[in-house]
């Protein structure tokens, strides 16, 4: 598999596409402000669009969607749609064949509630559930419960050594690994609930006081 992260544009937004090698069939994940990049790309290569999938429904992940199936005549796929060629519905734990790639639908509610990470074979396309070194931004304690038991229960339980690829270049780092946000990102770090909504709470002064930018 080969995977293509693409500097979008918006608020330092990154977008991808993961093809399968043998078939040269792909998937894009928010395309969001540079489609046509990304379509660019995919033919300069060969490849076939197969899905696009938005990991959640805020403008700036979607606002592409629209030029996206211009080009491609592919219509972007958000949690609980229904895909059009298929008939197969967004759900959790739904595959999607591309290629040979087996694609698994994770729900992973607390940015929103119809965010989902897209997983194929040994990369995770988090959106904005997870970046490196942070997560994504809540409203209240309900919906920053929700992140905190996806982040545990849906993300943390991948293989140490699958790929994190962020919605957003706001980490150290534009990739990252389960295992290394689990042995350093500070939100994962915390032992319980309370100490995880804390520094949500507190993130500007934990930020000035560690140096993080």
């Not at 992140?147 to 229960?153: A, Q």
Request: hydrophobic share 35%.
């Amino acid at each position: 598999m080969i995977v293509k992260q693409f500097r979008t544009g918006g608020d330092r937004n990154f977008g991808y596409l993961a093809a399968d090698e043998t078939t040269g069939e792909a998937l894009v994940v928010d395309p969001s402000y540079s489609p046509a990049l990304i379509v660019a790309h995919a033919a300069e290569q060969g490849y076939t669009i197969r899905y696009v999938f938005s990991t959640h429904g805020h403008e700036d992940h979607c606002n592409g969607n629209g030029e996206m199936e211009r080009l491609t005549g592919v219509r972007a796929l958000r949690f609980g749609d229904s895909c059009r060629e298929t008939g197969i519905r967004v759900a959790d734990g739904v595959l999607f064949q591309v290629g040979s790639l087996a694609v698994r639908i994770l729900h992973t509610p607390g940015h929103t509630p119809d965010s989902m990470c897209i997983l194929a074979e040994d990369a995770l396309f988090t959106g904005d559930t997870l970046f490196v070194g942070k997560v994504g931004g809540t409203w209240d304690d309900e919906e920053a419960r929700e992140e905190y038991h996806s982040l545990h229960d849906r993300l943390m339980v991948l293989p140490d050594l699958t790929k994190i690829y962020p919605g957003h270049d706001y980490g150290t780092a534009p990739v990252s690994t389960v295992l290394q946000e689990k042995t350093s990102n500070p939100f994962l770090l915390q032992p319980d609930f309370k100490s995880f909504l804390d520094l949500k709470e507190n993130w500007a002064a934990y930020k000035k006081a560690h140096g993080i930018l």
